[in-house]
């Protein structure tokens, strides 16, 4: 698998914080609108939006909107893609390793 850094360390950051974890804990159950969110986490709705930014920008969530609200689920594509970055990066039999 070929790598492209910049959108591995852009998925890879994604999964570096304590509130994306959480929010993707929950989404674990099925997609969530972000008012359900808000209620289950400590943070404020602007604070919300840019954990979700930076999970949809890196692919690992999708999101729609209904009406005034956006939904958002885990994109199976997405984390399937992360894994499978991680495996070749972690690849220690990889002939191109030093």
């Known amino acids: 698998m070929e790598i492209d850094e910049k959108k591995v360390a852009t998925i890879f950051k994604a999964f570096c914080d304590e509130n994306r ?20 986490l400590q943070i ?8 979700m930014k ?15 609200w956006t939904h958002y689920s885990i994109s199976r594509s997405g984390g399937i893609y992360a894994i499978e970055c991680l495996k070749t990066l972690m690849d220690t039999s990889a002939s191109n390793n030093v």
């Open 54 to 68: 930076i999970l949809c920008d890196a692919n690992i969530v999708t999101s729609h909107k209904e009406g005034k």
């Open 21 to 40: 974890i959480r929010i993707l804990q929950q989404l674990l159950n099925g997609e969530k609108c972000a008012c359900v969110l808000l209620d289950n």
């Open 44 to 51: 404020t709705q602007p604070t919300l939006s840019h954990h």
